[in-house]
């Protein structure tokens, strides 16, 4: 595994392949910027430990300036056992994993978009695969159910999600410190329209806990295409490696600026990734070259 922490990216072949900045980040953001932090996790079975891994990972974000932070899809849980969630899942507003999060925020005083945790759902064998987002005083502020859910199957490799997650229906887009926020989780990524009925936004958060197969295959691409087309900023918090259960996940976890330029990227492992988010970059693109302006259809 790499070290706990990638500001740069890690140039191995066939792996985030684009060029990215090689210098460090400074120890703060130039002015009017915006330090933003993806953490990436390899979860396991126990929920226990695996918080106490994002705690100590979001610490880490918060020391090295980040004023919002958001964790992968799954982080609490990830386990063969897929009515382990189910068993877990909370009511909106009642929860440990909520108070974990609210105290995590207000703790080191950052906006903190909280992966996905299982909510209760209509149905009782189900769950909501859900991001809260709470500010830096650690109230909630925002919440969005994944809409579209992951099935995919190939040889002896299959998922369902549909099976305990019912999907949500309601886009999500939330005012913050470093602008105005979009949310998304993983399979999501698939789909450019539900970006663009997010109008203009700063910044796209997307959780996710990819596959190995799919994301060896799209996922930098299509990151990369999300962040073009509506030029913005897209942070994709991941899970990254070989968890206890046997699944392999992609990882990669990434920052990708307006001009689809991937600003830094983890490959595998926990870490903390860390870029500047600059509305001065935003104004630029969208200048240059005005396709947001340009639309026509839809």
């Keep these: 595994m790499p070290s706990p922490s990638a500001t740069k990216r890690n140039h191995e072949p066939n792996f985030c392949m684009s060029p990215a900045h090689s210098a460090p980040l400074p120890a703060t953001p130039a002015a009017g910027a915006f330090r933003i932090a993806a953490i990436q996790t390899v979860s396991g079975p126990d929920v226990t430990q695996n ?28 386990t063969a056992d897929e009515q382990a969630k189910v068993r877990i899942r909370e009511q909106e507003g009642n ?21 996905t945790i299982p909510l209760v759902a209509e149905a009782d064998d189900k769950v909501r695969n859900s991001t809260l987002v709470f500010d830096d005083q650690g109230r909630r502020v925002a919440r969005y159910d994944k809409i579209h859910l992951f099935g995919f199957q190939r040889g002896e490799e299959r998922y369902d999600e549909s099976a305990t997650i019912e999907a949500g229906g309601e886009v999500c887009v939330f ?36 596959t190995y197969t799919t994301g060896r295959a799209h996922w930098e691409v299509l990151l990369r295409a999300r962040a073009i087309e509506n030029q913005c900023y897209v942070m994709a918090p991941a899970q990254g490696g070989r968890h206890p259960s046997g699944r392999v996940t992609w990882g990669h976890t990434m920052i990708v600026d307006p001009w689809g330029e991937v600003l830094a990227c983890q490959d595998e492992g926990p870490g903390v990734v860390l870029a500047d988010l600059d509305p001065a970059r935003i104004a630029s693109v969208r200048e240059s070259l005005p396709a947001l302006r340009h639309r026509c259809l839809g």
């Design 95 to 115: 929860g440990l994993l909520q108070t974990f999060l609210a105290d995590l925020a207000q703790r080191h005083g950052v906006w903190l978009v909280a992966g």
């Design 175 to 210: 005012d913050s410190p470093v602008g105005r926020v979009g949310l998304s989780v993983c399979y999501d990524l698939r789909f450019p329209e539900l970006f663009r009925s997010m109008r203009e936004v700063d910044l796209i958060i997307l959780p996710a806990a990819f």
């Design 51 to 78: 918080v106490e891994v994002v705690a100590g990972l979001v610490a880490e974000a918060a020391a090295a300036g980040a004023r919002l932070v958001a964790l992968p899809e799954y982080f609490p849980l990830i």
